[in-house]
């Protein structure tokens, strides 16, 4: 199975500076026929379901504020909240398809304001 | 508008069993794949178990492998877990989850459901 490893656990980040989410995979989720990496973000905000942020590693969803920016490629991946804003207070999970039938989600990272 | 209500949680005890559904509206049911996902108190997020579009192929967590089982009524827009053999661990919030595209297979969800709480004890 692939393990998504996600840091750190929690941040704490003052209003308007960056947040930044590491996530790594056991194993490569690139699959090289199409250069496309197999992998989402979601926010996950108290007693909702989770959202799509983002797929094929950098995607963004259509709706999606343009301070959340996806890269990473191959093991390692990283959000970044380029200047935190009090709504985005959320757990945010990483999610491998490379592997698909078999998902896997990394453990969250639980975002809160300083 | 796309929704997916899910029902059917509850309270049971080690050993039994429980059937979730999952109804939906605002898109072609049938064109997609579906997926329940789980998350136990407090936790973070376990994929359950997923079925193509036409319900011809089903996928399982190794977790709950020979004892739940998804299906679908695509004629009826919903999608069930039926759940055996039910455990502690299986106590959680259970999500349905539309897959973003492919009908052919499970990959990442673009519209999930409130979720039901699950919870085994004696």
């Known amino acids: 199975d692939i393990v998504l490893t996600q840091s750190p656990d929690s941040l704490a980040v003052s209003l308007g500076e960056r947040a930044t989410i590491n996530c790594k995979s056991s194993?490569?989720?690139?699959?090289?026929?199409?250069?496309?990496?197999?992998l989402t973000w979601y926010q996950q905000k108290p007693g909702q379901p989770p959202k799509l942020l983002f797929y094929w590693a950098s995607t963004r969803e259509s709706g999606v504020p343009d301070r959340f920016v996806a890269s990473g490629s191959g093991t390692d991946f990283t959000l970044t909240i380029t200047s935190l804003q009090a709504e985005d207070v959320a757990v945010y999970y990483c999610?491998?398809?490379?592997?698909?039938?078999?998902?896997?989600f990394g453990g969250g990272t639980k975002v809160e304001i300083k | 508008e796309v929704q997916l209500l899910e029902s059917g949680g509850g309270l049971v005890q080690p050993g039994g069993s429980l059937r979730l559904s999952c109804v939906v509206s605002?898109?072609?049911?049938?064109?997609?794949?579906m997926s329940w996902v789980r998350q136990a108190p407090g936790k973070g997020l376990e994929w359950v178990s997923g079925?193509?579009?036409?319900?011809?192929?089903?996928y399982y967590a190794d977790s709950v492998q020979g004892r739940f089982t998804i299906s679908r009524d695509n004629s009826k827009n919903t999608l069930y877990l039926q759940m055996d053999s039910l455990r502690a661990e299986d106590t959680a919030v259970y999500f349905c989850a539309k897959d973003f595209a492919d009908p052919t297979s499970v990959a990442f969800f673009d519209y999930w459901g409130q979720g039901t709480l699950v919870t085994v004890s004696s």
């Open positions: 999610q491998q398809y490379f592997s698909t039938p078999l998902l896997t």
């Open positions: 194993q490569s989720v690139l699959y090289s026929p199409n250069s496309k990496n197999y």
């Open positions: 605002g898109f072609r049911f049938r064109s997609y794949a």
């Open positions: 079925i193509t579009g036409s319900g011809g192929g089903t």
